[in-house]
């Protein structure tokens, strides 16, 4: 039965649409229940997942793999086929981003209690995302984690057009059309490397690619066709991530999509990109990736600085939220950008511990506008007065976000910048620029909502206990991983070390 | 003993967790709570100091998690210097707690301070107790945390919830510079274990540049966390926070991290002669910069404040001139004798509702205890002879002298002379004369508050004898015994040092009573004969404007660019695009006009003009 | 037997579908230009005979495409006029440049 | 050639042309004798039966080998079978459009639809079965002129009338063109056989005449670029689908086109397979920028002036000349995945354009608007409609799970598979791509974000209707889930060598 494990967790959430489909679209009880029950199954059969998996194991684990589509060509050389295979398998670092998918989703389920109409479709639409981010993290090869990355697009793009705030559907098409170029670049880098090689498998593309370079002759792959294929894939990823000055979509989104979405999106979605630039970016080319450290260092600072002097003025708090999110992201390529095992450990563990912050926050957000009516800052002050939970949360949240000890965004930012600090002292030093200003608009934002002199609030009501249930279990896994972070590295490890070999070291 | 050390710390993290689930409680005996926690920290940690003195240390560690090869660890350490800590936080922390238990009596969220004073506490002695860097680096924003919930505890007043911010953010800017420190020792020495960056400076692993470097960012570190000169502008803010609160994180313990972290990393410090000038200047312009404002300020909280950040240079010049023993000695008096002043402020202002010390006087008939205590603690940070401050800043002293640092040894003479006066002069504005303002109310605060001042009265006292040339030098023998090294032969400079100090802290007395008690001088003396510097003197030397001016105004001004580099620019570009696309997508369906002899006319162009490329290009004609 | 050469019956028909173009693009009746369009046919039509008999390789079958060819110009022709009825029906007109209801 | 010759050929190869001829010959006999106010729904049901025998006929002779009848004028290889199960299949469900097609204006009854449109079919299946230019002529001729027909069959309606005089005098100008490249394909070979010009083509005596061979190329392949409504003669299209019938915009958009390709693939890769170039490139090899060019402006034209559109039938006009372009991308690269590669596209598009079109057809003959608000809240109003309707956008705009992204991902493998790649012309088509989902999502947005006044308003679906939609929805999904059910039957039924095999099979013999 462990053989169809992953493709049993990835495809779990169909059964939630299958109820769905016969269940009634007024009934809006039972369809929320469905829609929490339905991203339990994955989140239990992640959890089975986790327990067949081999913590200390290296290389892939619960693998899968069939042969799905074959092109079959007919050339000068002889006969060649091109098999694309089905193939999913998890290893430390899909196993960690699968877990916080299934987790934040069920969080983001439950935060849908305040989606306010066609609860059938959206749930729908929502189980469809979840079969896609879950998927990105298991696929395998090239064609099956772009097909699940496009498939994470649809979803997000309903999601965002139909039940977000009054300007959704141009946030939606912004959605769609900048991930659409990274996409585009995506394909047209995936599948000029799947000619070359014959393969889309990542393995045997990182042995092909670490061919020697006289060998590589012979199936035209030069330096500098790396190099290009490198540049395709960290742009389609920046994209992604992402990057200044790639970001407006991104706040756009932040600021119309509904809560749970946006906890979903810069919870999980961003992270694809981190996702990428590892297992794609470091891991097939490594040796270009590590000439290209500066670069991806420069823009991670760029990126740091940026969102948080952006973060500091702004006047609506999703706002704030979402230029800390692209300054955040600059500390993933920071410690990407490090090429050595702090900085690639940080700039996971920020992929995770961002994930956690982010969908706090953002639920947190959720819950004021609910309230509100607002997420205007202006309208806001001494919250903590009447909802003092919400106000620690948020306080909490916050603190978490600018990176305090004892949190995951500690353990992050310090191995991102530790290792940093080996390669790029003075690149680094500027970095840290960031931190000051990461907790001047954090504590700037945070404090807006819950210190001061107190604002009437049309419904003032502190957090209620299906509220208080992602607040605190993601609060919790955050003050988890802060203090006991070895739980995370020691998953991480075998899968860092195969790509810090490949980076040498 | 030494054994359950680590044990000491976890009494307040539980307190704090405790009274964070109680926090609803409309009862103030969840005080006791606190009360008990701390004080069996305390007990315990009279039981380490007792164990180190009698010499025995220990050090504890297991992996934390690991990079790599390299393993991060946790533990606990217990040596002379930070047993002496654990003493002062405990104890102080102790005797806050019990203080307050009088002082927050009616507070609406009377459970939810003893939680924030129990985080701070775990957090204080956590640091201590660290055996390397990042764990102390770790427990030093958590004291921060403390600091801030602390301050910010009346969240609904601006002030607060502004010194709050402040504090937070300031301190992280020193934070940063530790950050930058502890992780460039780490790539020399390959951990941040104490011991082994020890190890490393001595075998001369690390290049002397970057030993300066390394040190200058820790010194940062300490900088921003005891409220030197440049970043010293948060801590008389944080003033905004109950009075308990100023009493033990920003006079006795927390502020004083500072001085603790640059004690702590010595050997780092000792190995870089730089690193010890700049320690030793900024200290002493900090000492004189922060008396010369205690001199006019109005706050009762305020002055104390400053002379807080002014004590605590005077702790960093003595470090910076090799007076070891004398920081640390003078760390200890100054966190008894300067809580005692805080916790008796707090007292009077408890008595009289007001902070400005224009509304107050005469109050010595009505606070019989609270006075009598006031003025120990004013006469033992002015240095007057016997009593602690006095032994310990002719130490601090006579080590800058037989530093060669003449200039800041008068610098910190004449420090010690504005320390003296302003402090009389509080004393004898808020003690002496007539009353100022409604005292109708006023009455002596009750036993849980005196006590504990009465114990830091008598501490603030004897705690001088600790390390006196007359009575024995218990205190350096004792740090002796530590890793430090200390600096060989202890100054004893020469004989004249002790009476220029206690002339120079006696004048200070004598001048504020000439102006304050007996009105021989007039008030306004100064600010008619130098308007000007007075003026300045008045404004905290527009620090505060300065940095708003500057810092604040950049980056808000900064921030507020990049807005519009965002919406124009990067928004602009993608709009340009999609303006041509549409322009492209205008041009397309105006060639559509329905005519299909132009559609035909089009085609045919097409045709002609790329019969014409192939042509041109193909090659076919040349 | 014959002095005219190939070339020269090619830009005979070039330029007779070079005028059949022009009136095809340019004339507002509609059925000259429908008879335009005949006469490009046409001119394919010189050019297949031509080539039949002079070109390289010379054969038959040029001939025969061009016996097809006019039979399915005349299709093409009647259709057209078919339609062109139907349009004037509707209409009351045959010009060209007023058949632009449907633009952009 | 006399008789005995004549009985000597096989014509049970021609067994699907002739179901198909002899049922738009009985059609046309039963609408004789109809009377005028009987239904002509039953004609539609009996045009669909041929179809479908012509289909199983087809599929009966999968196991065939090469046959050639008629000195090659009619050839029966894997590339006809393949294609013309494409051609059937596509009438099959434009026939259920048709069938169910109704105006108000019109009247009613009227059968010569069903058996023009059989015409029209047998011209393409010609087109796809034959290797002589003649004979191709004449197929392309026999579609084209059912077209014409059938663009105008709303004889009342005035817009229909603009939109088959305005394909009539393009139509016309296109063959003429077309024509005229072939003359010169004639005049430089001597023959009209596929096969012998090939021959010929590598005559070292052409090698004079470079010029002209790639100008007969250019001008042969421009021309036929209007069935396909590509670049640089695509701008009736618009104008023809906005005022066509929908069943015949279908038809156009999806058989017609197919059969453009085909007759494109046979005359362009037959015959100029062997053509020189200059110097020792071959001429398809030193074409394939001018062909790119050509390739690139379709995408471009498409899909940047649908963004404009308001009218939804126009809307897809231009889709379908931004999908041409893309289908024309295999043909630049010349990759040896070329006819699979153009096949499934086809299929895919078969299938997402005529599901499109009937849910257009549905809406706009509900509404008597051709405007794309007629998409208005039909997710509120016929969640049942929106729900494969947008499958099918998604599988034109080429998102994964459906056909369209294996159909757009190979032709990314074909373009970017040889060397060089072609980066900017990949490029182009992704970047348009981007475009063109502008506009497909805006039907989506229209659909599912604006709930229109038209709330509640249920769209009534006739059972074939359903069928269609069913069917073509079911297609999408499974051949983007699935593609190798397509591409299996592709490689299991097909060779497609044997588009390159010249049968020898009768001597000529001119005896008479």
Known sequence: MNTYLLSILIFSPLLGVLVLLFTPSHDEKSIKWIGILGTLLPLGTALVTLSAFQMSGEGLQLAEKFQWVSYEVFQSKGDVSYPIFYEVGVNGLSMVLILLTSVVSVLAAIASFSIKKDWKSYFILFFLLEIGMLGVFAAQNLFLFFIFFEITLIPMFFLIGRWGYLEKEKAAYSFLIYNGVGSAILLIAFVTMFMKTGTMNFEQLAYTFSLPQSELNQLNITKNFKMGMLIALLVAFAVKLPVAPLHSWMVRVHVQAPPPIVMIHSGI??????????????????????????????????????????????????????????????????GLASVNEAGMTGAVFQVVSHGLISALLFFLVGVLYERAGSSNLKDFGGVAKKMPIFAGVMLAGGLASLGLPGMSGFISEFMAFLGLFEKMPVLAAIGTLGLILTAVYVLRAVLAITFGAEKELPNARDLSSTERIPAFILLAAILFIGIYPAWLSDMLRPTLDVILLGLGG | MLQSSWLIPLFPLLSFILLLILRKSKSESTAWIGVLLTGISLVLSVGVWLAVWQGDFIKVEGTWFQIGERAITMGYEVNPLNALMLVIVSLVSFLVHLYSKGYMHGDERFPVFFAYLGLFSFAMLGLVLSPNLLQLYMFWELVGLGSFLLIGFYYFKPEAKAAAKKAFVMTRIGDVGLFIGMVLLFWQVGSFEYDEIFASVKNGDISSGMLTLTALCIFVGAIGKSGQLPLHTWLPDAMEGPTPVSALIHAATMVAAGVYLVAAMYPLFQASETALTVVAVVGGVTAIFAASIGLMQKDIKRVLAYSTVSQLGYMMLALGASGYVAGIFHLTTHAFFKALLFLAAGSVIHAVHTQNIEEMGGLWKKLRVTGPLFLIGALAISGVPLLSGFFSKDEILASTYADGKYGLFWLAVVAAFMTAFYMFRLFFLVFTGKPRGDQSGVHESPGVMTLPMIVLGVLAVVAGYLNTTWFGTFLSDYLARGPVELPHAEHH????????????????????????????????????????????????????EGYDATFVKGTKGLSKLGIL????????????????????????SRLQNGQVQSYGTFAIFGIVILLLIVALTGGYFS | MSSIPLAAYLMLALILFCIGLFGALTKRNAVIVLISIELMLNAVNINLVAFAKYSINPGLTGQIFSLFTITVAAAEAAVGLAILIALYRNRQTVNVDEMDTMKR | MDLDTLFSFEWGVMSPEFIILGTATLLSIIDLFMKRESSRKPLAWLAGAGVLASLVAIFMQLDQDVTSILYDTYRLDSFSKAFKILLLLGTLLVLVLASNYKKEDVEENRGEFYYLLLAALLGAMVMASSADLITLFVGLELLSLSSYIMAGLERKNKRSNESAFKYVVSGGIATAITLFGMSYIFGLTGETNLFRIAENMGNVELLKHSFLIVFAFIITFAGLTFKIAAAPLHMWAPDVYEGAPVPVTAFLSVVSKTAGFVILLRVIIITFIAAPGIGSEPLLLQVQPYVMILAAATMIIGNVTALRQRNIKRMFAYSSIAQAGYILVPFVSNSSLLFELIWFYLLAYLFMNIGAFTVIQLLTSQEGSNDIGVFRGLFKRSPWLAVPMTFFVLSLAGIPVTAGFIGKFGIFMGALGLEPAHYWLAAVMMATTLVSYVYYFNIIAIMFFRDGDSEGKRVSVPGSMAAVLAFCAASVLILGIMPDLALDFFYGNFDVNEFFMQIETEVHTHDH
Do not use: C, E
Not at chain 1, 286 to 313: E, H, M, R, W
């Open chain 2, 565 to 588: 580099f965002d919406k124009y620019v990067v928004d602009g570009l993608v709009a340009a695009v999609v303006s041509g696309v549409q322009g492209l997508s205008k041009i397309g």
């Open chain 2, 493 to 544: 400079g020469p004989g004249w040092i002790p009476i220029v100090a206690t002339a120079a802290s006696l004048l200070g007395i004598a001048l504020a009573y000439l102006i304050y008690r007996r009105g021989a001088l007039s008030r306004d003396w100064m600010t008619r004969s130098l308007p000007g510097l007075s003026d300045v003197i008045y404004n905290k030397w527009y620090v505060d």
């Open chain 1, 269 to 334: 979605l961003l992270k694809i990109g981190a996702y990428g630039l590892i297992v794609f970016g470091a891991g097939l080319f490594p040796d270009q990736f590590k000439s290209l450290a500066f670069v991806i260092g420069l823009f991670g600072v760029i990126n740091l600085l940026y969102g948080a002097f952006l973060a500091i003025t702004q006047r609506d708090v999703k706002r704030v939220l979402a230029y800390s999110s692209v300054s955040h992201m600059g500390i993933v390529l920071i």
